[in-house]
C-alpha cells in the first residue's frame, strides 16, 4: 500500500511543467502530410489515450490553418468540443503578467531590475543573500528568486469568494523564503508570479484583472479570457476530468499564477500578438524589443545563462527545440487539465493545445504532430557539430541526487526516485536514473562544460558551479556519495521487505501462539510489534487510497483541515512513538525466552523502523500538518 502513497505523491511532479535539466529528445511520432491525415491523428490520440476532447489552433502568419475543437466538451451531457470551448490554462497565466510587466517598462513606471523590496516594502520575503543578490522584478518572472513552487495549503486554498492579491498573499507568507541565492537556479514559483501581479496593482492603481482588460484582453478582442469562473465560463467550459472523474472548478488563490482560462479562438488572437511582434488589431502594444526581452533569459548569473540550454528562460517564456527548429511559448496544468502554446518567430507560426484530461501524455503527442506538421517543408540551418574530442574530468563520475524539491511532501519520495550514476567510457558519458533501468543517456563533451546527446547530437545537461552545492548537473542534481545513493534506494526497497516479512513472522506467531505447546504473551507481542508500528503507515496508505482519486482530491485532502488529514497527521506522530518503543520494549524484553529467529527479526526490523522514522522526519513527514 506504501506503492499507493509513492504513486500519488510523485504524481505532483507532474502537474506544471517538466524539469529542463536535460535536452528534450523528440520521440517517434505519426508524420502527418495533410491537415485531413492530422486531423486524423489528433482524434486517434484522444481516443487512444480516452481524452474527452481537445481545442487545438495553428496558426501560418494571420491565417488559422487549423481552428477547432475535438471530441467532447462534456461527456455526460454528449457536448461536442468546439472553437468556443473554453479550456483551463494553468500556468500560460503567467505570460500575461510578464507582458503586464513589460507594459509598464516601456511606460517608465518601473523596470525589470528594480529590487522588490523598494517597490512593495509591505510584501515580506526571507533572502539570506539579499545584500549581494536582491531578488528584482525579473527574478520573479523567470523563477530565480528561490522562493517555492507553493505550499500544499496554498493548493488546497478553494475559496469561491475571490480573494484580492494582497489577502492571497497575506494567507500564507512562509513561501516567500529563497532557498537558494537568487539568479543561480530556476525553481518554478506560483507565490513569486502573483507577487509581480501585485507590483502591477500596487504601480498602476488597478486591480491586476482590470490591468489585465483594459490593457491587454480588449485591444486584443479577447471575449472568453478570464482569471475567473464568469457566467460565460459556466456556459461553455469544457468539462474537467481526470482518471475518468468528473472534477469541479478550483479556484486558485494566485489567480495570475494559474487560473486563466481561454477557448481556441482567443488563443488564435493571442499567438498573433507574437507572430505580429506586441501588434493586433492596428495596435501596437509593446514593442518587438520588449517581447525579445521576453524571449531570453535576464535574471541568471552569467556562468549560467551563456548556456543555450537555459539562455531560453525568459520571463514566463520558455523556448524548445524540435527537430532543429527553436519555438517560444509556455504551458500549464491544473487538475482535469492540460495546455501549451508555442510560436516560431522567424517563421510566423504558432499553435496552442488544450485538452481537458488530467493526463499530459495527450497533449504532448499532439503538441508533437502538430510540431512535424508545421516544420516538414521547412528548410532547416545547418548546424555543425564540434566533432573535436575534448578531456573529460573523471571527477564527473558518481551518484547524484536532486538538490530541491518543488513540494515538500515529495521531497523524501523525490530524493530516492532521482537517485542517478555518471560514469564515463571511451569518450562518453552516461547517466542513468537508478529506479528506471531503462533510463540510460549517452552524451559526448562538447567543451565548456556542455554535454551534448548522442541520440539528437544537442546539448542535453551542462555542469555548473553552484555557490552553495559546488559544481552541479543541470540545476538540480548535486553529487553525494555511494553510501548515500545506496541508502536511499534501500530505503525504499527495503520498506517493502520489513513489510511483507513483518506480516509472515506476525502470522506465524499468532499461529505458533494458538496451537503451540509454550504460549508466551511477551513473544507474541515482540513478534507483532513490527506489524504493529508498520500499522499506522498502512492506516495511511488505506485513506490515501481510498479518498485520493486524481490532483483534484489530493489538494483538498493534503492542503486543508479535514478528518482525513488530522488522521494522518496523528498516524505520522503514532508510528514514530511506535517505532522507537518497540525498540526500547525488545531491549528491555531481551532475556525472554522465545525463538531466536523471531526475536532477532523483530529487533532488526525495529532497527530499520528507526532509520524510516528519521529519514521521514528529516523529510517534513512526520508530525507537520500540511495545511499550514
Same mark, same amino acid.
Given at each position: 500500500?506504501?506503492?499507493k502513497?509513492?504513486?500519488?505523491?510523485l504524481?505532483?511532479?507532474?502537474?506544471f511543467?517538466?524539469?529542463k $535539466?536535460?535536452?528534450?529528445?523528440?520521440? &517517434?511520432?505519426? @508524420? /502527418?502530410q %495533410? #491537415?485531413? !491525415?492530422?486531423?486524423e491523428s489528433?482524434?486517434k490520440?484522444?481516443?487512444?489515450?480516452?481524452?474527452?476532447?481537445?481545442?487545438?489552433?495553428?496558426?501560418?502568419?494571420?491565417?488559422a490553418i487549423?481552428l477547432?475543437?475535438?471530441?467532447?466538451?462534456?461527456?455526460?451531457?454528449?457536448?461536442?468540443?468546439n472553437?468556443?470551448t473554453i479550456?483551463r490554462?494553468?500556468?500560460?497565466?503567467k505570460?500575461?503578467?510578464a507582458?503586464?510587466?513589460l507594459?509598464?517598462?516601456e511606460?517608465?513606471?518601473?523596470?525589470?531590475?528594480?529590487?522588490?523590496i523598494?517597490?512593495?516594502?509591505?510584501?515580506?520575503?526571507?533572502?539570506t543573500?539579499?545584500?549581494?543578490?536582491?531578488i528584482?522584478?525579473?527574478?520573479?518572472l523567470e523563477h530565480?528568486?528561490?522562493?517555492k513552487y507553493? $505550499?500544499?495549503s496554498e493548493?488546497?486554498s &478553494?475559496?469561491? @469568494? /475571490?480573494? %484580492? #492579491?494582497? !489577502?492571497a498573499?497575506?494567507f500564507?507568507p512562509k513561501?516567500?523564503?529563497s532557498?537558494?541565492?537568487?539568479?543561480?537556479?530556476?525553481?518554478?514559483?506560483?507565490?513569486?508570479?502573483?507577487?509581480?501581479?501585485?507590483?502591477?496593482?500596487?504601480?498602476s492603481?488597478?486591480?491586476?484583472?482590470?490591468?489585465?482588460?483594459i490593457?491587454f484582453?480588449?485591444?486584443?478582442?479577447?471575449k472568453?479570457?478570464s482569471?475567473l469562473?464568469?457566467?460565460?465560463?459556466k456556459?461553455?467550459?469544457a468539462?474537467?476530468?481526470e482518471?475518468?472523474?468528473?472534477?469541479n472548478?478550483l479556484n486558485i488563490?494566485?489567480?495570475?499564477?494559474?487560473?486563466?482560462?481561454?477557448?481556441?479562438?482567443d488563443?488564435?488572437?493571442?499567438?498573433?500578438f507574437f507572430?505580429?511582434?506586441?501588434k493586433?488589431n492596428?495596435?501596437?502594444?509593446?514593442?518587438?524589443?520588449?517581447?525579445s526581452?521576453?524571449?531570453?533569459a535576464?535574471s541568471l548569473?552569467?556562468?549560467?545563462?551563456?548556456?543555450?540550454?537555459?539562455?531560453?528562460?525568459?520571463?514566463?517564456?520558455?523556448?524548445?527545440?524540435?527537430n532543429?527548429f527553436?519555438?517560444?511559448?509556455f504551458?500549464?496544468s491544473l487538475p482535469?487539465c492540460?495546455?501549451d502554446?508555442?510560436?516560431?518567430t522567424?517563421?510566423?507560426?504558432?499553435?496552442?493545445?488544450?485538452?481537458?484530461?488530467?493526463?499530459?501524455?495527450?497533449?504532448?503527442?499532439i503538441v508533437?504532430?502538430?510540431?512535424?506538421?508545421?516544420?516538414?517543408?521547412?528548410k532547416q540551418k545547418?548546424v555543425?557539430?564540434?566533432?573535436k574530442?575534448?578531456k573529460?574530468?573523471d571527477?564527473?563520475?558518481?551518484?547524484?541526487?536532486?538538490?530541491?524539491?518543488?513540494?515538500?511532501p515529495i521531497k523524501?519520495?523525490?530524493?530516492?526516485?532521482?537517485?542517478?550514476?555518471?560514469?564515463l567510457?571511451?569518450d562518453?558519458?552516461?547517466?542513468?536514473?537508478l529506479?528506471?533501468?531503462?533510463?540510460?543517456?549517452?552524451?559526448?563533451?562538447?567543451?565548456?562544460?556542455?554535454?551534448r546527446?548522442?541520440?539528437?547530437?544537442q546539448?542535453g545537461f551542462?555542469?555548473?558551479?553552484d555557490?552553495?552545492?559546488?559544481?552541479i548537473i543541470g540545476l538540480n542534481?548535486?553529487?553525494?556519495?555511494?553510501l548515500?545513493a545506496y541508502?536511499?534506494l534501500?530505503i525504499?526497497?527495503?520498506?517493502f521487505i520489513?513489510?511483507?516479512?513483518s506480516?509472515?513472522?506476525?502470522?506465524?506467531?499468532v499461529?505458533?501462539?494458538?496451537?503451540?505447546?509454550?504460549?508466551?504473551?511477551?513473544?507474541?507481542l515482540?513478534?507483532?510489534?513490527?506489524?504493529?508500528t508498520?500499522?499506522?503507515?498502512?492506516v495511511?496508505a488505506?485513506?490515501?487510497?481510498?479518498?485520493i482519486?486524481n490532483?483534484?482530491?489530493?489538494f483538498q485532502i493534503i492542503g486543508?483541515m479535514?478528518?482525513?488529514?488530522?488522521?494522518?497527521?496523528i498516524?505520522?506522530?503514532?508510528?514514530?512513538?511506535?517505532?522507537?518503543?518497540?525498540?526500547?520494549?525488545?531491549?528491555?524484553?531481551r532475556?525472554?525466552?522465545m525463538?531466536?529467529?523471531?526475536?532477532?527479526?523483530s529487533?532488526?526490523?525495529?532497527?530499520?523502523?528507526l532509520?524510516?522514522?528519521?529519514?521521514?522526519?528529516?523529510?517534513?513527514?512526520?508530525?507537520?500538518?500540511?495545511?499550514?
Amino acid at each position: 500500500m506504501f506503492n499507493k502513497i509513492a504513486t500519488v505523491l510523485l504524481s505532483l511532479l507532474f502537474i506544471f511543467s517538466a524539469s529542463k $535539466s536535460f535536452a528534450q529528445i523528440v520521440g &517517434n511520432v505519426n @508524420k /502527418p502530410q %495533410t #491537415l485531413s !491525415e492530422l486531423s486524423e491523428s489528433i482524434q486517434k490520440v484522444l481516443k487512444d489515450t480516452q481524452t474527452p476532447g481537445a481545442g487545438v489552433v495553428m496558426l501560418s502568419g494571420d491565417e488559422a490553418i487549423m481552428l477547432q475543437g475535438f471530441g467532447k466538451a462534456d461527456i455526460e451531457k454528449n457536448i461536442n468540443a468546439n472553437e468556443n470551448t473554453i479550456f483551463r490554462l494553468g500556468s500560460i497565466s503567467k505570460t500575461f503578467v510578464a507582458l503586464a510587466i513589460l507594459k509598464l517598462q516601456e511606460e517608465g513606471q518601473l523596470n525589470l531590475k528594480d529590487k522588490i523590496i523598494d517597490i512593495i516594502p509591505e510584501i515580506k520575503f526571507n533572502n539570506t543573500w539579499e545584500d549581494k543578490y536582491p531578488i528584482r522584478i525579473e527574478n520573479l518572472l523567470e523563477h530565480t528568486s528561490g522562493w517555492k513552487y507553493w $505550499s500544499m495549503s496554498e493548493l488546497g486554498s &478553494n475559496d469561491p @469568494k /475571490p480573494k %484580492t #492579491l494582497k !489577502e492571497a498573499l497575506d494567507f500564507y507568507p512562509k513561501t516567500r523564503t529563497s532557498l537558494f541565492v537568487p539568479g543561480t537556479r530556476i525553481m518554478e514559483s506560483n507565490v513569486g508570479i502573483a507577487v509581480a501581479a501585485y507590483i502591477v496593482e500596487k504601480v498602476s492603481g488597478l486591480t491586476f484583472e482590470n490591468y489585465m482588460d483594459i490593457n491587454f484582453f480588449k485591444p486584443m478582442g479577447l471575449k472568453s479570457m478570464s482569471f475567473l469562473q464568469t457566467e460565460q465560463y459556466k456556459k461553455l467550459a469544457a468539462t474537467l476530468y481526470e482518471n475518468n472523474i468528473k472534477l469541479n472548478y478550483l479556484n486558485i488563490i494566485y489567480r495570475p499564477a494559474a487560473a486563466l482560462n481561454s477557448s481556441p479562438v482567443d488563443m488564435a488572437k493571442f499567438l498573433k500578438f507574437f507572430i505580429n511582434r506586441g501588434k493586433i488589431n492596428n495596435i501596437q502594444l509593446l514593442t518587438d524589443s520588449s517581447l525579445s526581452r521576453m524571449e531570453r533569459a535576464g535574471s541568471l548569473q552569467k556562468n549560467i545563462s551563456k548556456f543555450e540550454l537555459y539562455s531560453g528562460n525568459g520571463l514566463s517564456n520558455e523556448s524548445s527545440s524540435f527537430n532543429g527548429f527553436l519555438y517560444h511559448g509556455f504551458s500549464g496544468s491544473l487538475p482535469g487539465c492540460y495546455a501549451d502554446f508555442g510560436y516560431i518567430t522567424e517563421n510566423n507560426l504558432g499553435y496552442a493545445v488544450m485538452i481537458n484530461n488530467g493526463d499530459n501524455e495527450p497533449l504532448h503527442k499532439i503538441v508533437n504532430l502538430i510540431k512535424y506538421y508545421q516544420t516538414k517543408d521547412l528548410k532547416q540551418k545547418s548546424v555543425e557539430i564540434d566533432t573535436k574530442k575534448y578531456k573529460i574530468d573523471d571527477n564527473l563520475s558518481g551518484y547524484y541526487t536532486c538538490i530541491l524539491s518543488k513540494l515538500d511532501p515529495i521531497k523524501a519520495l523525490e530524493l530516492i526516485k532521482n537517485v542517478h550514476k555518471v560514469w564515463l567510457k571511451n569518450d562518453t558519458v552516461y547517466i542513468k536514473r537508478l529506479m528506471n533501468g531503462n533510463s540510460t543517456n549517452k552524451f559526448i563533451y562538447a567543451g565548456n562544460n556542455e554535454f551534448r546527446s548522442v541520440d539528437t547530437n544537442q546539448i542535453g545537461f551542462v555542469v555548473i558551479s553552484d555557490p552553495l552545492e559546488g559544481n552541479i548537473i543541470g540545476l538540480n542534481l548535486k553529487k553525494i556519495s555511494p553510501l548515500w545513493a545506496y541508502t536511499l534506494l534501500s530505503i525504499f526497497y527495503l520498506f517493502f521487505i520489513v513489510l511483507f516479512s513483518s506480516i509472515v513472522f506476525g502470522l506465524l506467531s499468532v499461529f505458533v501462539y494458538s496451537f503451540g505447546k509454550k504460549n508466551s504473551k511477551f513473544a507474541l507481542l515482540i513478534s507483532l510489534l513490527p506489524i504493529i508500528t508498520y500499522s499506522f503507515i498502512l492506516v495511511i496508505a488505506g485513506l490515501l487510497k481510498l479518498s485520493i482519486h486524481n490532483r483534484y482530491d489530493m489538494f483538498q485532502i493534503i492542503g486543508t483541515m479535514n478528518p482525513i488529514s488530522i488522521l494522518i497527521f496523528i498516524c505520522s506522530i503514532c508510528y514514530a512513538l511506535a517505532t522507537i518503543w518497540a525498540l526500547y520494549y525488545i531491549y528491555k524484553k531481551r532475556h525472554e525466552k522465545m525463538s531466536k529467529l523471531f526475536y532477532f527479526h523483530s529487533a532488526l526490523a525495529a532497527i530499520i523502523n528507526l532509520i524510516f522514522m528519521f529519514y521521514f522526519l528529516s523529510n517534513g513527514l512526520i508530525g507537520i500538518p500540511t495545511w499550514i
